[in-house]
C-alpha cells in the first residue's frame, strides 16, 4: 500500500521560511517523479509548484516559486523536501506532495498518488 505523508506545515510571517517533508512508503522515489502541488482554495484545481524527474533529477518551477522554493530528495529516507524561503500571504494554502510514474510530470492528472496535504498559513 502506497502512502505518501506530508509534514512541515505552520503558521509563518511573511518573508519566513518553512520546510516541507513528504515520506513515501509503499514506493521508491528513485523510480518515481515526485512533485509538489498546493491549494489556496477548497476544492480549487491544485497549484503545480515543482517537480523532480526520477530518471535523470531534472527540476521544474513554477514561476510562481522559482528562486524562493527548492526541491530537494533524501534517497536513504525516501523523502522529498520542499525548502521554501521569502514565503509571502499569497503561498498561504494546503500544500501536497504526489508521485508520478511519468518522467517529466507537470500536470496534477499525472500524479497516481497523494499525501493528505499540510496547511501553510503566511500572515502577519
Known amino acids: 500500500q502506497v502512502q505518501l505523508v506530508e509534514s512541515g506545515g505552520g503558521s509563518v510571517q511573511p518573508g519566513g521560511s518553512l520546510r516541507l517533508s513528504c515520506a513515501a512508503s509503499?514506493?521508491?522515489?528513485?523510480?518515481?517523479?515526485v512533485g509538489w502541488f498546493r491549494r489556496q482554495a477548497p476544492g480549487s484545481a491544485p497549484e503545480f509548484l515543482v517537480?523532480?524527474?526520477?530518471?535523470?533529477?531534472?527540476?521544474v518551477y513554477a514561476d510562481s516559486v522559482r528562486g524562493r522554493f527548492t526541491i530537494s530528495r533524501d534517497n536513504e529516507q525516501n523523502t522529498v523536501y520542499l525548502q521554501m524561503n521569502d514565503l509571502k500571504p499569497e503561498d498561504t494554502a494546503v500544500y501536497y506532495c504526489?508521485?508520478?510514474?511519468?518522467?517529466?510530470?507537470?500536470?496534477?492528472?499525472?500524479?497516481?498518488?497523494w499525501g493528505q496535504g499540510t496547511q501553510v498559513t503566511v500572515s502577519s
Open positions: 504526489a508521485a508520478s510514474g511519468h518522467d517529466r510530470a507537470l500536470d496534477s492528472y499525472k500524479y497516481d498518488y
Open positions: 509503499g514506493l521508491r522515489f528513485t523510480i518515481y517523479t
Open positions: 517537480t523532480k524527474s526520477y530518471r535523470d533529477g531534472r527540476t
